[in-house]
């Protein structure tokens, strides 16, 4: 529900915006300027914690005192409208308020997350100068794993249900497949923040359907997360472990040929495209001990070869770049 309201809301700002940026230069001086650029005092509004942590307190009373502040989360204080019942529902469910006191014990407070947060800002406001800094936001999302971190426009809100870590009980009784629950742990909620916003910025952006669409766009958000987050592991910004990571980069060469022998490139077939990026603890394609969404991989080599050989493109050339044949043609991609 809180997904569609960003959506209807907030796109409608974003249509028809380009996003124009300072060219980079090498890393070190970018990473100078970077850290010159003042941001805001962050502050993060815990809506899990208004919400939750006095759970004696009637709904109905409740549902008043947070409108004001909390009115994209309460929309409605109409006791018989279908939004207020099912956020009622959802505060009255023993699940969710079990699920509330893990937070709290996880994340007594945010102060470790504050710091890599002004970092990306920083970062954002470098590469996309009219970027502006977002109010944020946390809540119980409910285990909505798919979209752990929403952003439009200029909101941020973090499911913080979905970062209670590999041991947390639930997540294998909710059956999340071991390679998800390997990845729902604090150290992703950067990451996943920049991805939120690297997907943001793409949305709008028209695309074909075909294989090389799809790969060169996914490349472009890992990409996109190596200069916002810089300095994060490859591990963290791939979601892959470190034998997935090391197994891409021994048979890239493997991956590339299939690609190609496969006449994948150009074609439609959904079914055929969407083996290669699906996650999961292996390809298909490839095998028990491969890497999943071997086509993303490529899709960022690939990217990441077309910005070493065209320096004067910006981050936010490539981001707004739709010409997925030229981006595969500049780069000469061939390991």
Not at 92 to 100: E, F, G, K, L, Q
Not at 193 to 211: G, H, Q, V
Not at 285 to 314: C, H, L, Q
Request: aromatic fraction near 14%.
């Amino acid at each position: 529900m809180l997904r569609k309201l960003l959506i209807i809301l907030l796109i409608p700002a974003f249509t028809g915006v380009l996003f124009y940026a300072c060219k980079s230069g090498s890393d070190k001086s970018t990473e100078l300027a970077i850290s010159k650029i003042q941001v805001p005092q962050q502050k993060i509004q815990r809506y899990d914690s208004a919400l939750f942590s006095t759970l004696s307190e009637p709904f109905e009373q409740k549902a008043k005192s947070l409108i004001t502040e909390f009115g994209i989360f309460i929309t409605d204080t109409n006791p018989n409208s279908a939004a207020y019942l099912e956020i009622r529902d959802f505060y009255n469910d023993p699940v969710i308020r079990n699920t509330a006191l893990a937070v709290f014990k996880e994340f007594a407070d945010l102060q470790e997350i504050n710091k890599p947060l002004t970092s990306l800002f920083r970062h954002l406001k470098y590469y996309f100068p009219q970027f502006r800094i977002p109010e944020m936001y946390t809540y119980i999302s409910g285990y909505d794993a798919e979209n752990p971190v929403l952003f439009a426009d200029s909101i941020l809100i973090i499911g913080l249900d979905n970062y209670l870590g590999p041991a947390y009980p639930f997540y294998t009784k909710l059956n999340f497949p071991k390679y998800r629950i390997a990845r729902m742990s604090r150290e992703y909620i950067i990451r996943d923040c920049a991805t939120a916003i690297s997907e943001y910025m793409l949305m709008m952006k028209p695309r074909e359907n075909r294989f090389i669409d799809r790969m060169i766009h996914e490349g472009k958000k890992l990409y996109f997360l190596s200069r916002v987050i810089p300095g994060t592991a490859d591990t963290i910004i791939s979601g892959y472990t470190e034998a997935q990571l090391k197994w891409c980069r021994q048979y890239e060469k493997n991956i590339w040929a299939y690609i190609i022998d496969s006449k994948l490139m150009y074609s439609t077939d959904q079914k055929s495209i969407s083996r290669l990026f699906s996650d999961g603890p292996y390809s298909n394609d490839f095998g028990t001990g491969s890497a999943p969404r071997i086509a993303v991989y490529t899709g960022w080599k690939i990217v990441s070869r077309f910005m070493e050989k065209n320096p004067e493109y910006s981050l936010a050339d490539l981001m707004n770049d739709t010409d997925s044949q030229k981006i595969l043609t500049l780069s000469k991609y061939k390991p």
